[in-house]
């Protein structure tokens, strides 16, 4: 058991932490913008006048992309339905709209590909998950990205030693539902009691409380413009602020 410590809080008999990872492992803003432009153009030359309520419901703006908005912390699957809806919304049926929508995301993907070389781990990550490694803590990754680019994500910075599990969101149940982190923690052989949630949203925060997790940090440092919460029992503003003793 370890005891994690966060600016003035104490967290005792800790035996796993889930991470988030895009925003809060690996530095996703400048290729979610990028993606979000590129995904609203493809449907938009197909169906007029629909990128500017597509990049609404994304929560992205010329300049800015909220962190707590659909593009930064949705699924594949309901960033497709919002954007299927904008597209629904002019007159097409539900299935055509979907199709348009499924193929401009495939599209979009082949202009940003491998995604995990455009997400590189942001700073002192790395040194963070090691030190929690060698002290016994057991790790974990719980994305809203699929499971194929958390794995890719793994693959490419070469920690795979350093987590015991890790998974993504592949279907309709995406954070902020519990089950998911209920899930993950079984993977890891751990309790949601004994378990930290690490993430960038509020989504996070809701999750694990609902899950009955023994705490919920916040991290601020994955995005220009971080969107606070009060959902959290504490917040961070580095990595360095969070240490560990037996």
Same mark, same amino acid.
């Given at each position: 058991?370890?005891?994690?410590?966060?600016?003035?809080?104490?967290?005792?008999?800790?035996?796993?932490?889930?991470?988030?990872?895009?925003? $809060?492992?690996?530095?996703?803003?400048?290729?979610l913008m990028s993606l979000g432009q590129i995904r609203?153009?493809?449907?938009?030359?197909?169906?007029?006048?629909?990128?500017?309520? *597509?990049?609404?419901?994304f929560g992205l703006e010329e300049t800015y992309i909220?962190?707590?908005?659909?593009?930064?912390?949705?699924?594949?699957?309901?960033?497709? *339905?919002?954007?299927?809806?904008?597209?629904?919304?002019?007159?097409?049926?539900?299935?055509?709209a979907l199709e348009v929508v499924e193929s401009a995301?495939?599209? &979009?993907?082949?202009?940003?590909?491998?995604? !995990?070389?455009?997400?590189?781990?942001?700073?002192?990550?790395?040194? $963070?998950?090691?030190?929690?490694?060698?002290?016994?803590?057991?790790?974990?990754?719980?994305? !809203?990205?699929?499971?194929?680019?958390? %794995?890719?994500?793994?693959?490419?910075?070469?920690?795979?030693?350093?987590?015991?599990?890790?998974?993504?969101?592949?279907?309709?149940?995406?954070?902020?539902?519990?089950?998911?982190?209920?899930? *993950?923690?079984?993977?890891? %052989? $751990?309790?949601?009691?004994? $378990?930290?949630?690490?993430?960038?949203?509020?989504?996070?925060?809701?999750?694990?409380?609902?899950?009955?997790? !023994?705490?919920?940090?916040?991290?601020?440092?994955?995005?220009?413009?971080?969107?606070?919460?009060?959902? &959290?029992?504490?917040?961070?503003?580095?990595?360095?602020?969070?240490?560990?003793?037996?």
């Amino acid at each position: 058991m370890a005891t994690i410590h966060c600016l003035d809080h104490s967290f005792t008999n800790i035996e796993a932490i889930v991470f988030d990872k895009d925003g $809060t492992l690996a530095n996703v803003e400048s290729y979610l913008m990028s993606l979000g432009q590129i995904r609203s153009r493809l449907i938009e030359a197909k169906v007029p006048a629909v990128q500017a309520p *597509i990049l609404l419901a994304f929560g992205l703006e010329e300049t800015y992309i909220n962190p707590a908005g659909l593009l930064a912390v949705g699924s594949r699957y309901e960033n497709q *339905i919002a954007a299927a809806a904008s597209v629904a919304s002019t007159g097409y049926n539900w299935l055509e709209a979907l199709e348009v929508v499924e193929s401009a995301f495939d599209e &979009a993907d082949t202009y940003l590909i491998p995604k !995990a070389e455009h997400t590189p781990l942001l700073a002192h990550t790395l040194e $963070t998950l090691t030190t929690l490694s060698k002290a016994g803590v057991k790790q974990g990754i719980l994305s !809203a990205d699929s499971s194929k680019n958390v %794995q890719a994500f793994l693959d490419t910075y070469h920690l795979q030693e350093l987590f015991q599990a890790a998974q993504g969101v592949d279907g309709s149940i995406s954070k902020p539902d519990p089950s998911l982190f209920i899930n *993950i923690c079984a993977q890891m %052989q $751990t309790s949601p009691n004994r $378990t930290l949630m690490i993430g960038d949203a509020p989504v996070d925060m809701k999750m694990a409380k609902s899950a009955h997790a !023994a705490g919920c940090i916040y991290v601020n440092w994955g995005w220009h413009h971080p969107v606070p919460t009060d959902l &959290a029992d504490v917040s961070l503003d580095s990595w360095q602020q969070l240490t560990c003793s037996l």
